[in-house]
C-alpha cells in the first residue's frame, strides 16, 4: 500500500515556524489501527486524515497517541493541502468531523474555518473536582472541559 502524506506548518508564512501537522488523503477509511500507527511514527501533535464524501469531506485527526474529536490547526492543514495541492476548485471546503461541520473558506491567501460552537451547560459537580479543590464549587459547567464556579 503507498499512501501519500503531507507536514503542513499551519499559522506560519515560512518553513518550520507555526504548528505542524500531518495530512493523509485518502479515498476510503483505513483500519483505525493502521491510522493510529501512522500518526504514532508521525510523531506530530495531530494527523488528519479525510475522505471525499458526495458534496465534502469527512475528516478525522489522530495524536501519537489516541483519535481525538477536533483539531483546528490539522483542519486547516488540510484544506490547505486540498486548495494548493490537490486543486479543490471551490474557495470552500466542508469537513464532517465528530464536531459537526467544519467549513474552511479562502480570503485571498489566508484560509478562514468556522468552528462548531458548543457552548457549555449546566452538569453537576464531579467528586474528583471537590477533592482537587478541597472545596464545593457554586456551579460547575462542562463543554469540552469543566467549568467551575466558586
Known amino acids: 500500500m503507498e499512501l501519500t502524506l503531507y507536514q503542513i506548518d499551519a499559522f506560519a508564512s515560512k518553513p518550520f515556524e507555526g504548528n505542524p501537522a500531518a495530512v493523509c488523503p485518502l479515498d476510503e477509511w483505513l483500519p483505525d489501527e493502521l491510522m493510529q500507527s501512522i500518526a504514532e511514527e508521525n510523531n506530530l501533535s495531530e494527523t488528519a486524515f479525510f475522505i471525499p464524501t458526495g458534496n465534502g469531506f469527512h475528516i478525522r485527526w489522530f495524536t501519537p497517541t489516541s483519535e481525538?474529536?477536533?483539531?483546528?490547526?490539522?483542519?486547516?492543514?488540510?484544506?490547505?493541502?486540498?486548495?494548493?495541492?490537490?486543486?479543490?476548485?471551490?474557495?470552500?471546503?466542508?469537513?464532517?468531523?465528530?464536531?459537526?461541520?467544519?467549513?474552511?473558506?479562502?480570503d485571498n491567501e489566508l484560509?478562514?474555518?468556522?468552528?462548531p460552537a458548543q457552548p457549555p451547560v449546566l452538569c453537576d459537580i464531579p467528586k474528583e473536582i471537590v477533592k482537587a479543590f478541597d472545596i464545593a464549587p457554586v456551579e460547575c459547567l462542562k463543554s469540552e472541559d469543566f467549568i467551575v464556579v466558586f
Do not use: R
Not at 486548495?83 to 461541520?101: A, P
Not at 484560509?111 to 468552528?115: E, K, N, R, T
Open 68 to 106: 481525538v474529536d477536533l483539531c483546528g490547526h490539522a483542519t486547516l492543514a488540510a484544506a490547505y493541502v486540498l486548495f494548493n495541492i490537490l486543486g479543490h476548485k471551490s474557495d470552500k471546503v466542508e469537513f464532517n468531523s465528530k464536531s459537526g461541520m467544519l467549513t474552511v473558506t479562502k
Open 111 to 115: 484560509l478562514v474555518m468556522d468552528f
